[in-house]
Structure formats: structure tokens, C-alpha cells
């Protein structure tokens, strides 16, 4: 059992101090900004929950572009995870156990992860166009119209293979590294006991899973939620405001527009939204570790 | 099935094995009888465990035949040779209970849903699971997951022989006992052959009718647990059974009389003279005692008393050796003789035994 | 074993193709990307990559980067070091509670702070250099190093602790001399991701920054201008970009998959 100090704190106060100033000091001046509202030349004045209200209704011009764009990043993100969590399980499982192998394709795969994320964006921008990509060209070639910067689905379509190339070798990493964590024991056992491909993965390897798939998961949701570069390089929101999440959106009304009471207010509720999502997570996470924990 | 038969098996680490050291187990000739529980006992990487492996199919030996009752199985996969097989740590299925653990297999295996109930109801009872089996497994201690492991052995009508690969390890303590003597019951009960790896030798000599004694890839001695502490063939059997072990002098040996360091021992058989490689004599400290009467000179070094028993660490000329001191002697100063049964000396040439003539 | 190889073969292919794209165009002229699609330069040049090399306000951009990337991944690992060891050997008021709140900053959208972090650092005068985008990745990279590394620590028993206590070791020398080496893969994969997630991150890089520390994140979406793409320039400004992040990979390779395998996972 861990003992009890509160001098730890001395430890944790460089910790404390930087996000403090990084977080706390900023999200205090969102939170000024959004019960404001100004006159312009720096005059503010009381508006209480105005902003807020605005934000939520749908039928004002705030509320409805707010919630369009709610909209799409939820679409987007249950799109993503769709694809990339099965996807990245499956890469797992055929990833090689060790040898020169391993590296080899470790570092192929974490090639994508480390590319910035405005490269990733002008990457699929130039690929995916049917006159200098080979993407883009290939696609028209087989006689489908493909053309981002026009059709609000093609650009969807390229936002969502982008991001799917862009991550799933982040949950395949995660699933491989909890794979790995399997003793061979296991696998000679169900040998013994006759059991299938799919029984072995079912009854042994997906259960061993479920923390790093709730780790992978989280990490996803989470970063696909806060979209804002790729998407911005390759289709800069549009067609219109076809892809224009949210993010994209409140960067354009905060330093765009300069709105600032608008903004904030759509900024703290959409921090709120990440907390309650962590949070959610996170008290997944502990559970499943205290679960563990009482077992061993 | 009546029999396993181990002809000329071997593993070789690398396609081209060399010399003994390319060897995780060198070849043997082994054959092991149903009903019986045979014990692998020897120090860690002295290769029983690939000998269990390639029982029980999970490693494809080099060198030999694997024969069950006859049939060759050598390459025949592990699901279809009649063995099962328990881990040294629980290997359970987390997502079931503990009915579901022990229907698993049946299950995999397309018997119908009565025969299925029927059977684990069986095997829970034998095992002492029937109050947990609607429990999910994940939730029991350690050492009835170790009985969930086994029961899913013992489930299968068609299996023949059971395999464990120190059990006991993540047992706790208290419970070892209880856990071995189930082992013993359910053996009793299905006359199985049972195939018991561990490096624990109270482990061996108490779960075992017949007890393989290997070391360095070998097996050096196999016979029941009164043999091998009465007749070791090999000085590592006589060291590595027995607490302590064996005590081995160089000595020179011939006709009935061994000489070691100058002093004389008496031997109860006749020996040619014994001259090539290194002669060692043998006995266990349980024979070595400490007298009053005619024995040999020692200096005494230390005596440890263990309670039951008290030891004497004494020196004959320039060697060590581990004697008895009986219940009432009383020991002064650094003097002592002792008396040495010459029935219970061996001797070694080159660590084999040597008959006598 | 021939499906598993298949799949594998198939992903690791797509993976690269959009690469192997960028690097294509970055040895081609632009007369040569316009004219059409093809599978390699028919007429290879490094007129983009010397124009890069030769030119300040390119080159500057990576050394920007660099910069920043390099200050914040010591900052993140100097704070975060004590911090995870407390967190690993001590429970105090409020420890799970500020673990959440660290936790749920790595997870705030940067476009929350894009407009305060702008006001913020203009206010203390740190606008436009380097050392404003390092702080403001503080933000999430100090938690996320915090987290990975206090996984590693929690590995390490406390009897190693108390042994060198007991050695008559003072505390800064224990942590110098006995307890970082054992961490050390966990010190790899923690800074691993600190590069990472700051190497790559654009947003707060450029609400930050206007002409002196500006990363080449920035340079190269500022590419998008009047007169038309230049498109063999920032395919090859974009290769570089993926240098420092593949060099990380091979060097660190080992300790990844060690780390992976022990860690939090």
C-alpha cells in the first residue's frame, strides 16, 4: 500500500504549475469572454448565459451552425472508429511475433503517425486529385466522378480514408503490444482444447484486449472529435460546409471573425463535452483495473 | 491406450546438432505404462519440459518416434492425440464460467448438449467445483483455476493421459497439499497415466509411482522413489534427492575396500580395481553416523541441529562430508569418529554407478 | 499464414503509396506534376530540395521546429519525471483528482486555446518564439508523459527505494543514479510521444507564431497563395518534414517494442 505524504506535492508543483498556466490561465479568459459581449474597442459588457443559450439554439445562426458541426464530427468519428478499430485488430493479428521482421514493419507502420499533420493533409490533398494524384486519377479512371473540392461526398470519402490511413497503425500498435502481453500457454490450451481460429480469438485474445481497445478507443474519439489541420489542408471545410467540424468552425469565428463572445462560449461547451467523454473513459479504465486487480 | 513409448526421442536446438550441448534433450528410450504417475524431476532448463512438450504435441522432436499404445504420433497435431494438459499458471477463458470452461472442449469437439451436462456435472463433482460452476471463472483464487485447468482435462471421455507442468507454482502454500492430494485422488480414481513435471523433489517422490530423474537434457535414473534414494546410478540423483543430498569422496576403490584420503572404508561388495576416470564413493549422511565406538577419525566443523534431526559437518582427511549425529550423543571439542554402513556406499566412476562384482 | 502475410502486405503497401507519392513529386518539376500522373520522375530533379536548403525562409522553418520540439520534449520530461514518481510511490490529498484533471488537458481540443493562448502569450511577451510553442504543448504533453512514465515507475519495486535510503543515498542521487537508468525505456517512449505530438501539431504552432519562429508547418500552408501551387517545393518540404520523425523510429525501435510490451498497455 502506498504510503500517505502530502509533501508530494513538492513533486507534482512543476507539473502543476506549467499546465496551470497552459490551461487553466487560458480556459479563465474563455470563460471572461463567453458571459461577455462587446461594443468593440475593448468595451464588454455583462450578457450572462446569452451566449449560451444562443449556442444551444438550434434555431439561431450560432446554434445551427454549432450543432451542424456537432453533427458532423459525431458522424465522423463513429465513422472512423468503424473502420479503424476492426482494421487495427486485424493488422495486429498478423503482425510477425519478433525478428527483423517486427522492425521492419513497425516502423512502416508508425511512418504515417509521424508525419505532420498539415503534411498528412497537402499528402492526400495532391493525392487524391484526379490531375497530379495517383489516387484521384485511379478512382476517375474506373469511371467514378471523383472530385473533392466539388462533390461534398468525395470530400468526405477522402477526409475519412485520410484519417483511417493517418491512424489505424496507432490501434494496431496497441492491439499488438496487448497481444504480445498473451502467455503462449493460453494458445497451447486452446489447442488442447480443439478450439478454432475464431474461438481462440473470441475466448482468449479478445478478452485480453478490451483495456487497450478502450485506451485506443478513447484516444480516437477524442482526437477525431478535435479534428482541425487535415481536414482544413485538404478541403479547408468545404464544399461549403461540408466538412467543416468543429474545430475548423470555431477557429473561424474566434480568430476569423473575431467573435470572441461566441466563441468562448462554444468553446467551453465543447471542452465540456471532451471532459464528459474522458471522464466516461476513464472511469471505464479504472474498473476494468480494479477488476483485474482483485483477481491477481 | 495402455502405454507411451519414447523411441530414441531427441530435440536439437539447431538443424545440425553436434555435441551434447546442441541438445535441449538428448536421445532416450523411455516407455511409461497406464495407470501410473511418473514424475520428471530436475533443475530448470534440464529439458523436461520439451520432453512434456513433445508429449503432448505442442514441440516436434528432432530425433525419434512418439508412439501411444503402438500407433506412431509423432507428427500427429496435439488435438487429436488423447492428452491434456495443465500450466504452471491457470490457463481458464475469462469470458465463461465455470461450466462453460469445462464444456469448452466438449463443445469443440460436437457432443451433444445432454452428454455435455452430464459430463461436466462429473468432472465438477470429482473436483470439488459443483458449488462455483454457475461462477465466472475469472473470479476464483488461484488453485481452483488450477482445478477448472484440470477439469477440462479430465472432461474428454477419450483422454488417456494427463500432463502437468509445475502445477503448484502460483498455489499458495497452505493449499499445495490440498491440491496434490486431489491430484492423487483423481488418479486413483481414473487410472490415467499421469505425467507430473516439477524441480521439486518432495513434490516428485510424493505424487509419483516412478520418477524420471533429468538433468543437462539427460534422463540419468529412472525408478521409484525408494530407489532412487537407496540406489542412486547417478551422483546428481544422489545429490539432487535427499535433503541434504549424498556425500561423494574421491576415493581409490579395490576389491572390498575404498581408500579415501589414506583412510580405509570398508565396502560390502568386491570391485576390480577401479582406476580410469574419476572414483568417487557415495553414501547419504542418513548412514554416516557419528559414534562412540571404532569409526573413522573427522574433525567436526559445525553442527546444525534442524529440530528433528541434528548434522554434523565434518571433514575425512582433506573432504567435507554431512553425518547423522544420533539423538543422545553428545558432541565435544572438534574430534569425532564415525561409523559408515558399508552396505549403503556406492561407487562412481565418471558419476555412473558401478556394480559391484 | 499466406492470408496473414497477404493482409499485412496490402496494409503496409497502403501505407506507403501516399509516401512514396510525395517523394515521387519531389524530385519532379512543376512543368512535369502538371503535365499528367506518373509513376515516377521522367526527368528527376533536385531543384526543389536545393531551393530549400538554400533559402532562409524555408530553412528557417525546420530549424523553428526543431527547436521548439526539442525544448518542449525536455520541459515535458523535467516536469513530468518527479511528478510520475510521485504519483507512482504516494498517495496525497487530491491525487486522483489531479491525475483526471492532467488527463482531461491532454484531451482539450486546441482550438479552444487557440484565441486565449494568443492573447496569453502576447501578454508576457513570449509571442512569436520558440518558447511559446513549446509551453503551450505543455499542455498536453506534459500529462501524457506523466501518465506513460508513472506506468513505468509503478514497475520498478519500492524495495529499490528503500534499499538506497538505506544506503545513505539523498534523493536527487538515487533518482540520477539508480532510478532513471531503470526507467530508461520508459524515458524513450515518453519522449517519444512528446516529439511526437509536438513535431506534429499545426494549430497552436501557427495562432503562435508570424515571422521569426515560424515552423515549417506553417511556411508550408502558407504555400497556398496567389500564384498557383508550388507543387515540387512543398512535396519536398513535406519529405524533409518526415526525416527527423523516421530517424526517431529506427533509433528507438527496440526500446518502442520493449516499452509497449511492459508500459501501460
Known sequence: MKPYDNRAWLLVLPVFAVVLFSAVLPLMTVVNYSVQDSFGNNQFFWNGMGWFRELLDPSSELGGRFLAALGRNLVFSGIILAIEVPLGILVALCMPRRGWRLAVVMVVMALPLLVPWNVVGTIWQVFARADIGLFGAAVNGLGIDYNYAGNATAAWFTVIIMDVWHWTSLIALLCYAGLRAIPDAYYQAARIDGAGRWAVFRNIELPKLKRVLVIGVLLRFIDSFMIYTEPFVVTGGGPGNATTFLSIDLVKLALGQFDLGKAAAMSLVYNMMTLLVCWVFFTAMTQLDAARERVE | ?357 | MTARRFILATYLLALSLPIYWLVNMSFKTNAEITAGVSLWPHAPTLANYVRIFTDPSWYMGYVNSLTYVAINTVLSLACALPAAYAFSRYRFLGDKHLFFWLLSNRMAPPAVFALPFFNLYSAVGLFDTPWAIALAHCLFNVPLAVWILEGFMSAVPREIDETAEIDGYSFPRFFVRIFVPLIANGIGVAAFFCFMFSWVELLLARTLTTVNAKPIAAIMTRTISAAGMDWGLLAAAGVLTLVPGALVIWFVRNHIAKGFALGRV
Request: hydrophobic share 45%; charged share 20%; aromatic share 6%.
Open chain 2, 1 to 357: 491406450m495402455a502405454r507411451i513409448t519414447l523411441d530414441g526421442i531427441g530435440h536439437a536446438y539447431g538443424p545440425r546438432p553436434g555435441g551434447p550441448a546442441d541438445y535441449a534433450l538428448q536421445p532416450l528410450d523411455l516407455v511409461w505404462e497406464q495407470g501410473l504417475a511418473y514424475a520428471l524431476l530436475g533443475p530448470s532448463g534440464c529439458g523436461k519440459t520439451t520432453l512434456l512438450n513433445i508429449i503432448s504435441g505442442l514441440v516436434q522432436p528432432s530425433h525419434g518416434r512418439l508412439l501411444f499404445d503402438g500407433t506412431d504420433v509423432t507428427h500427429l497435431p496435439t488435438e487429436r492425440r488423447n492428452i491434456a494438459q495443465v500450466f504452471q499458471f491457470p490457463v481458464i477463458y475469462d469470458t465463461m464460467t465455470v461450466a462453460g470452461n469445462l464444456a469448452f472442449p466438449l463443445r469443440n469437439r460436437g457432443m451433444d448438449r445432454a452428454g455435455i451436462v452430464q459430463q461436466v456435472a462429473r468432472t465438477a463433482a470429482m473436483l470439488g467445483l459443483t458449488e462455483v460452476l454457475d461462477r465466472p471463472a475469472r473470479n476464483l483464487s488461484a488453485d481452483a483455476k488450477q482445478k477448472i485447468s484440470l477439469g477440462r482435462g479430465l472432461v474428454r471421455q477419450d483422454v488417456a493421459a494427463v500432463l502437468f507442468d509445475e502445477p503448484l507454482t502460483v498455489i499458495d502454500p497452505g493449499l499445495k497439499w490440498e491440491l496434490r492430494s486431489k491430484l492423487k485422488a483423481v488418479h486413483r480414481a481414473l487410472d490415467l497415466l499421469m505425467i507430473y513435471v516439477t524441480h521439486d523433489q518432495t513434490e516428485a517422490l510424493t505424487f509419483a509411482d516412478q520418477v524420471v530423474v533429468m538433468e543437462g537434457g539427460q534422463v540419468l535414473q529412472v525408478g521409484t522413489p525408494a530407489e532412487l534414494f537407496e540406489r542412486p546410478d547417478h551422483t546428481f540423483v544422489g545429490h539432487f534427492i535427499g535433503s541434504p543430498g549424498m556425500n561423494l569422496l574421491p576415493a581409490e576403490v579395490s576389491g572390498m575396500e575404498a581408500r579415501v584420503d589414506g583412510h580405509a572404508l570398508p565396502l560390502a561388495g568386491r570391485y576390480a580395481p577401479l582406476d580410469a576416470g574419476r572414483i568417487e564413493v557415495g553414501v547419504r549422511p542418513d548412514f554416516v553416523a557419528l559414534t562412540d565406538g571404532p569409526g573413522l577419525p573427522v574433525q567436526v566443523d559445525r553442527i546444525d541441529d534442524l529440530g528433528r534431526v541434528r548434522l554434523a559437518r565434518v571433514r575425512l582427511g582433506r573432504h567435507r562430508m554431512v553425518a547423522t549425529v544420533p539423538p543422545d550423543a553428545v558432541v565435544s571439542g572438534s574430534e569425532a569418529r564415525v561409523r559408515i554402513d558399508p552396505a549403503r556406499i556406492h561407487v562412481y566412476a565418471d558419476s555412473r554407478r558401478v556394480a559391484p562384482l
